[in-house]
C-alpha cells in the first residue's frame, strides 16, 4: 500500500488559493492519485482524481509531477464553506485507506 | 437516485450485544467496504469486499466479521461489540477495486458501546 503523507492543518482566509501537497514517495506504475473532501459527521467525498500533469475540473486542480512521488490539490478562491478535512488516496490494490487528511479551515 | 443507505443511522448498545449495521448501494458496484472513523485518526478500513462472495481484511479488521452474499449488500457484524468500538461508520462502494473510479459513502453510523 502507497503511503501517502500530508500536512496535518492549513488556514486561509476567504478568495484566497489553497493548495495541499501530498507525498507518495512509493507510488506505483498504475496507481491513479485522488482527493476526497470530508465535512464533520459525513461520509467523504469525491473531489479529484488524475494519473500525470494536471487534471482540473469545476471546483479543484490537480498537479502531478513527472517522477509521481507527489502531488497538489489546488482550490481556488476558497470559501468559509470549503472548511473540511482533504485526503490524498493512492489506489494500489484494493485496501484505500484514508490516513488522517488536511484540515483546511477557511476563515472571513 | 446513486446512493449507499447504512442503517441505523445511530445505536447505542452495550457491550457483548451482537448488532448488525447494514449497508445497501443501487448502483451495481462490485467492490464494497467499510470503515470507522476515530478523532485524529482518519478512516481506517475494516474489511473490503471485491465482489460477492469475496472479501478480505482492511486495516482494522478485529472485532468485526462481515459477508456479502448478495452484490448490492455488505453487513457489517458486531458479534460481541466492546466500548473500544464506539466510533463512526463508514460503508462505500465503487465500481471495482482497483484503478481509477470514485468511491462513494454512505451517511454513516454513529455507535456507541456502553
Known amino acids: 500500500l502507497a503511503k501517502t503523507t500530508q500536512p496535518i492543518s492549513m488556514d486561509s482566509y476567504e478568495g484566497q488559493e489553497v493548495n495541499i501537497t501530498c507525498s507518495h514517495n512509493?507510488?506505483?506504475?498504475?496507481?491513479?492519485i485522488t482527493w476526497y473532501q470530508q465535512f464533520p459527521s459525513q461520509g467523504p467525498r469525491f473531489i479529484i482524481q488524475?494519473?500525470?500533469t494536471k487534471v482540473t475540473n469545476e471546483v479543484a486542480s490537480l498537479f502531478i509531477p513527472a517522477d509521481r512521488k507527489s502531488s497538489t490539490l489546488s482550490l481556488p478562491r476558497v470559501s468559509l464553506s470549503d472548511t473540511a478535512v482533504y485526503y490524498c488516496?493512492?489506489?494500489?490494490?484494493?485496501?484505500?485507506?484514508f490516513g488522517a487528511g488536511t484540515t483546511v479551515t477557511v476563515r472571513a | 437516485e446513486a446512493q449507499v443507505t447504512q442503517n441505523p443511522r445511530y445505536l447505542i448498545t452495550v457491550t457483548g450485544k451482537k448488532l448488525t449495521v447494514t449497508c445497501s448501494q443501487n448502483?451495481?458496484?462490485?467492490?464494497m467496504s467499510w470503515y470507522r472513523q476515530d478523532p485524529g485518526l482518519g478512516l481506517r478500513q475494516i474489511y473490503y469486499?471485491?465482489?460477492?462472495?469475496?472479501?478480505d481484511k482492511g486495516d482494522v479488521p478485529e472485532g468485526y466479521k462481515v459477508s456479502r452474499k448478495e452484490k448490492r449488500n455488505f453487513p457489517l457484524i458486531l458479534e460481541s461489540p466492546s466500548p473500544n468500538q464506539t466510533s463512526l461508520y463508514f460503508c462505500?462502494?465503487?465500481?471495482?477495486?482497483?484503478?481509477?473510479?470514485?468511491?462513494?459513502f454512505g451517511e454513516g453510523s454513529r455507535l456507541t458501546v456502553l
Open positions: 462505500a462502494s465503487r465500481t471495482s477495486g482497483r484503478g481509477d473510479g470514485e468511491l462513494f
Open positions: 512509493n507510488i506505483a506504475t498504475n496507481d491513479y
Open positions: 488524475g494519473y500525470k
Open positions: 488516496l493512492v489506489v494500489d490494490d484494493y485496501k484505500l485507506s
Open positions: 448502483m451495481n458496484h462490485e467492490y
Open positions: 469486499s471485491m465482489n460477492v462472495e469475496v472479501t
